[in-house]
Each structure stands twice: as C-alpha cells, then as structure tokens.
C-alpha cells in the first residue's frame, strides 16, 4: 500500500472501519466453518460469506452495487482472515471460542456498525435507518453464517450482541446531531459498541423475557 | 396525526394497506417471539422483522430504498404493534393460538398483499411480476421471521396462506385491468385474501399433493 | 416462438443460457418438493424459487429490477420445468435422485453460472465479481429451494458443486480476458461446469479439511 493510499485510509472512517471488519470478520467465520469440519473451500466461502454478507446487505438496501463487487482490495482482505483463522486452527486447540476469536468478534461488530452508520448517513436515511443500517451491517454476516452452517441464526439475540450494535448506532446519530466531525463520531460509535459487547461477554449480561415480567407481578 | 395526515391516509390505499399491515403483523410477529420465550429486545426485533421484512423486500425488488428506513413513523407502527403483543400475551393464556393473532394475520396478510400489489403496478412490472411482489409483500415477513425462530418457513405452503396472497394479487391485476379505481381495486385485493384466508382456517382447506394424485390412478 | 425469436434466441447467449437454466432448476426444485411430499402449489413455489431465486439476486446486485418480474416469458419457462418435474414423478420411481435430475441439476448450474457471469461483466465489476454473481447465480436457486424445504444449504459445499460454478466462473473471465467472442466465452464456461460438476457426482471428488491437513502433519 502506498503512501497516497494510507493517507486515504487514515482520512476515511468508512476505510478503516471497513479494512478491520472485513478482516475480523472472515476470521470469524471461517473459525466456525473450522469448528465444523467444512472443507477448504466452505472454509472460504463461510469466511468470504461472514465477511461480505452484512455489507452487501448494506449497499443493497441504499440501492448501491455492493462494494465487495467492484473493488478487488476486499476480496483480498477477506482471505487475509481466512489464512489468519487457519493459521490459528493449527496453533490454538479450540480457535472457535478462544479470546482472539471472541475479541475479533467484538472488534468486527464495532467496526461494522460504524461503516453502515457512515454509508446510512450518507445515503440520507432516517434516524431509525441508520441504527438499522449500522446494525444490519453488524450482525448479517454472522447471521448469514449461522444460516451456511445450520445453526439458528435467533442465537444473535441470546445474549447482548446484536443490543450493542443498536447502542452503537444511536451512539453514532447522537453525535452527528451534536455536530461532532465523522472521524470522532467514527470513535464513539465503534467504542461504544466493543465495550459493551465485551462488558457482556465478561458479566454474562441478559435482557429480561416476558415470562421473567409475568411471573414478577 | 393532525387532520391533513388523516386525509391523506384516507385519499391513499398504500398508506392505509401499509398502515394496517406493520401494526398487524408486528403483532403477529412479536406474539410469536414471546411464545418462544425470547427476551425483549428479541421480541422486538421479531415483531420489527416480520413487520418490515416483506415490505423491504418489494422495495429492494423495485429498486428502491426501503420506506421502513426513511420514514420514522413506519418504527413507530411497528413498535404499537409489539406494545399490543406484550400487552396481550400478559393478559391471554396463548396469545400465538389466540383468535386476536390468527385474525390479526389473515389482516396483515390481505394488507400486505394490497399495499405490494399497488407498488409493483406503480413499478411498471409485468402481470405475473405483481402477483409476485403482492405475495413476497405478504409471506415475507412470516417466512423471516420463521428463520430468525428457527421453524422451517415452508409451514407457508402447508395449509392455504400465500395462496389467499396469490388469488387476492390476481384480483387486484384483473380489477386494474377492466379500469377499476385503485382504492376499489386495493378494497377486492384486500377482501379476497382475508375471505379465504379464514375460510381455510374455518375450514382447514388443503390442496392436493403429487402422491394424492398418483393414489387416485 | 417465432423466427425472429428464434434468431434473437440464438444470438444471443444470455437468452440461451438463462432459457436452458430456467427449466432444468425448475424441474429439479420441483422434483425435490415432489420428494417431500409438498402439495401442487408447493411444488410450483419451490420449482420457481429454485429457477428464479438466483437470477433475482443477481438482478439486486447489479441494481436492476429482476428479469423474472418484468418478463412473462420466464414465468412460462419455469411452469415448463414444473410440469416436466410432475409428469417425471408419475412416470419414475424415485425422480429427485435420477439420472435426469442429477443431469439437469450440471445443466442448470452451467447454464445459470453463464448467464450471471455475462451480465456481471455487463455491469462492468470486478474480476471476484464476475465469480461470485455466476456462483450466486448458480447455486443460489438450490440453496433457496433447500431453505425452503428445511433443509441446510451447505450441502453445497460439502461436495464439488459450488466450485464447479467458481471454475466456470473464472473460466469466464480468462476468456473475456484474452478476448474471446462473448458466445464462445460463454460455451467455455458452461463446459468446465458441467464436465466439473458430472466428474465430481461420478467419481465423488472432496476437497480436504483443516482437520486432514492436521493430521497429516
């Protein structure tokens, strides 16, 4: 990477928020595709899949041919993370559940949220579009991965995970409205969400289900 | 809603089909979350999803930006609609089998089917292209959040459900096809889907299936 | 059909492609719900959904509103396949599993992988882009109909079937690359897929896991 283009990166949220989830992400997914005995090539898929899933969906719902489509950088980056995740498969006894998974998770989650709050917001979307945008972003890739994998894709709403991408993205939008510049409401927006979701993952965190409210009546 | 809202709801059968069909299948959606014991921010999002997933869809089919993301008050339909689920599922023994939900459902459906049939015309598609959106509009909410509960969304074609949204978009083509106003046309869509819709659960109506014939040789 | 139809027809190799893909996917979903015991309407849903699902993604990711719903053309097409699909059933014991399904199935898959790689490099993507809509293109349609049918869809990956649309895929773009006609491209690439994909199904080819490249260590 040149200098031109570093200097574009560090310039850009979109770019760097989208360079780290596209990374994180495929090491995620192809980590569970590992877990899984696929082959090396749903390996890929599942990492490429995980990956691209929740931007496509993104660009998708702004009317915008998928980025994944047109710019070969990201492929490359995608496959980054598959080798990373096999990499790690003949290190690590259990990569699937081991912290550096966990935390790619957590930092996949943050830095998606933030690219689909930054394209919401450019695509002039309402205040409800950007949240569901930055949290559509988020979790389609492990929900499509779910789905390749068979395994239901409701387990996002288990525990606070998808809860910390909405955080996020109302994060972002209350920073746009206070006037703060991209690059910091970039910051908080990606803060926001890696510290809650690893908060959660710490404390076990949970949400209350109607059951839990009838029987406390 | 102040007064000129109101006219435009009245002098508008998508805003009225649109309207009726994200309080209702929110409902519907929701009531089935908190039967799976979800938590509230899953109830939520299942409610959400089946209020907005098919209508999204006819959006991104017709190739524009999903209304539930630029319009705030389509959020706020969606949220009425789960409020009455959790309201409802504190005061009925099973709020998913109730009469209110089943009903509620076939209103969705024959809301949802109107208001996808109207776009699809708009759009410009062909006859079969609206029986098409009309249907998705429908049974696509359902379907999704099916998956997001990890039931098999092919329950759709067990009994007679996306064949009410069928009939009921073949109406309202036939109805724009011998010059029938809009409203009017969107008043027959509407009526011929709920119609058979609770016929066929009144009356458990099935079709045939391929081994029935080839008994019946 | 025609003279003037017939010439477009063979002057053109993405009518020829998506016409050939159209029946032989219809008649294999509707083939595979005919197995599951599906009733009429049933089958005609999952035979269309498996001839239409992926050529509509598609169409949504090059941003354009999808074919299927604009011509009553493909509507006909698919019908074709479902009844071919019926008619079969009566005749053959266990049609989903038979030689004319399993060919079908090479066929489709050639032809779909063609016609989406043609219009990816209409919309002019990049190189991954070609291969990915002709793979989306391709297995799209089955991994929708195994959704719709409960079952999981990465039973494509677990034998050499997505890959095969891959290979054609590239097969594409190497041609286009050294500028080859687009007809003859396209025949190259349907080639590599079906002789891949019946290669495969003859000789049960797999490609290796993590786990094999472990123990081989």
């Not at 929740?54 to 598959?82: H, K, M, W």
């Not at 699937?96 to 790619?104: A, K, M, Q």
Request: aromatic share 8%; glycine share 12%.
């Amino acid at each position: 990477m040149g200098q031109s283009a570093l200097q574009t990166l560090f310039g850009d949220p979109f770019a760097v928020m989208n360079t780290i989830g596209l990374v994180a992400f495929a090491l995620v997914g192809a980590s569970k595709a590992i877990r899984e005995e696929f082959d090396l090539f749903g390996i890929t898929i599942v990492g490429l899949a995980m990956a691209f899933a929740g931007g496509a969906t993104r660009d998708l719902l702004v009317t915008r041919i998928p980025l994944a489509l047109q710019s070969p950088v990201e492929i490359g980056l995608g496959l980054l993370g598959v080798g990373l995740a096999v990499t790690l498969s003949i290190v690590l006894p259990t990569p699937d559940t081991h912290p550096v998974t966990v935390v790619s998770d957590a930092i996949g989650l943050a830095a998606f949220t933030t690219a689909g709050a930054i394209v919401a917001t450019e695509a002039g979307v309402s205040a409800f579009g950007i949240v569901a945008i930055g949290t559509i972003n988020a979790v389609g890739g492990g929900a499509f991965a779910d789905i390749l994998l068979d395994r239901p894709p409701f387990i996002l709403f288990e525990d606070f995970y998808a809860s910390c991408a909405v955080l996020g993205g109302i994060a972002y939008w209350l920073a746009g409205t206070v006037g703060v510049a991209e690059g910091t409401a970039a910051g908080v927006c990606a803060g926001v969400v890696v510290v809650t979701r690893l908060a959660a993952v710490t404390f076990s965190w949970n949400l209350p289900t109607v059951q839990t409210l009838r029987c406390s009546e």
